[in-house]
């Protein structure tokens, strides 16, 4: 696919996601183009156009990576609209403004298995999202397929991390090493493939505590907020 082809896709992704964000807030919060409070939406600073620009500008990488680079970017654009406008504010909308009773969850079950039910999703889909950070990054960086690298004695987060390890325009991402460890060892792990934390929640067998509860977003908040910058500066660096 040439370059104006891959511009004119991902123009129309953006359109998409754009429409789907004004059908959401029926135009309020995205008509206003000069609205300050769009430097910290990721969904409007993460802008595939922008990075088509970028990379062709800086001619650090091969024109020929950009086709499957960009589809990437889409997956991960795609799982932050997921997160953020739709299971994220599901707290709200889902469990805190229809009554959920934060002193004593069992008064209100259903809230409860609500709020379990949105819980599950964000670790499961954050973990997604990082999934298909490593995928882009390691793609761009090699032009080689990361899935392609993994064995049974190795997984795929295991490549990644050894191989951006000694990577020093990849410290950005090694940096948060140990919170995707952190993340897999108290969620993803024991609630995708072992016994889950809810189950032992509900059953008096551990406390999901403020602090536990916030962890569980740390991956997407990571992809939302901190990393946009940094994936540009790997087109300078």
């Known amino acids: 696919m040439e370059y104006e082809e891959i511009l004119k896709l991902s123009t129309k992704f953006e359109e998409i996601i754009k429409s789907a964000?004004?059908?959401?807030?029926?135009?309020?919060?995205?008509?206003?183009e000069k609205d300050?409070?769009?430097q910290y939406d990721p969904l409007f600073s993460f802008n595939l156009v922008e990075f088509c620009d970028l990379y062709k500008k800086s001619q650090k990488y091969p024109?020929?990576?950009?086709?499957?680079?960009?589809?990437?970017?889409?997956?991960?654009?795609?799982?932050?609209?997921?997160?953020y406008?739709?299971?994220?504010?599901?707290?709200?909308?889902r469990v805190i403004d229809v009554g959920y009773d934060f002193s004593n969850p069992l008064n209100t079950p259903h809230l409860l298995m609500t709020k379990y039910s949105t819980d599950q999703t964000v670790i499961v889909k954050s973990r997604i999202l990082w999934e298909r950070l490593m995928n882009f990054v390691y793609y761009l960086e090699t032009g080689e397929e990361l899935e392609d690298k993994v064995s049974r004695k190795k997984s795929k987060s295991r490549v990644f991390f050894e191989y951006i390890e000694d990577k020093?325009?990849?410290?950005?991402?090694?940096?948060?090493?140990?919170?995707?460890?952190?993340?897999?060892?108290?969620?993803r792990t024991p609630e995708v493939h072992k016994n889950s934390i809810f189950r032992a929640e509900l059953l008096g067998n551990r406390k999901i505590d403020i602090?536990?509860?916030?962890?569980?977003?740390?991956?997407?908040?990571?992809?939302?907020?901190?990393?946009?910058?940094?994936?540009?500066?790997?087109?300078?660096?």
Not at 168 to 187: A, I, R, V
């Open 85 to 93: 406008e739709v299971d994220m504010g599901a707290y709200n909308t």
């Open 211 to 237: 602090w536990e509860q916030n962890q569980m977003l740390n991956l997407v908040r990571i992809v939302g907020f901190e990393l946009w910058d940094s994936i540009k500066s790997m087109l300078n660096n």
């Open 36 to 38: 300050p409070f769009k």
């Open 63 to 83: 024109d020929e990576l950009l086709e499957r680079a960009i589809l990437y970017l889409f997956d991960i654009k795609l799982e932050l609209y997921f997160l």
């Open 21 to 32: 964000l004004e059908q959401k807030y029926r135009g309020d919060k995205y008509l206003d």
């Open 168 to 187: 020093d325009k990849l410290k950005f991402l090694y940096k948060h090493k140990s919170t995707l460890e952190s993340f897999e060892n108290s969620f």
